[in-house]
Nanobody
Framework: QVQLVESGGGLVQAGGSLRLSCVASGRTFSSDAMGWFRQAPGEEREFVAAISGGGSVTRYADSVKGRFTISRDNAKNTAYLQMNRLKPEDTAVYYC??????????????????WGQGTQVTVSS
């Protein structure tokens, strides 16, 4: 069974940056696409970004395009989310997840059952 552990969240002022990390275990990491999702208080979990197993394909939600960058290091079984020019509306718990491809991740239902503990990102105005 795949285990996903997110880290790197924190409190940052608007305009600042954070880098999130997601360490995966339990499967061949490079076989899986990896994705980031977030859930703000009172809102449904939403797709943020995804990257293919080899790293050649990336997808982003419109709300983060040009500000966030997803990447991965297959030697470290780790996916990253570099978040720049953060806005208060980026405040949420951020989660990572995996699947066979980036399109499947982008279409992931908010009610999907298997998530890690997430990492809190708070952006102050």
């Amino acid at each position: 069974q795949v285990q996903l552990v997110e880290s790197g969240g924190g409190l940052v002022q608007a305009g600042g940056s954070l880098r999130l990390s997601c360490v995966a275990s339990g499967r061949t990491f490079s076989s899986d696409a990896m994705g980031w999702f977030r859930q703000a208080p009172g809102e449904e979990r939403e797709f943020v970004a995804a990257i293919s197993g080899g790293g050649s394909v990336t997808r982003y939600a419109d709300s983060v395009k040009g500000r966030f960058t997803i990447s991965r290091d297959n030697a470290k079984n780790t996916a990253y989310l570099q978040m720049n020019r953060l806005k208060p509306e980026d405040t949420a718990v951020y989660y990572c997840n995996r699947d066979k491809d980036t399109l499947t991740l982008r279409a992931r239902s908010p009610t999907y059952a298997y998530w890690g503990q997430g990492t809190q990102v708070t952006v102050s105005s």
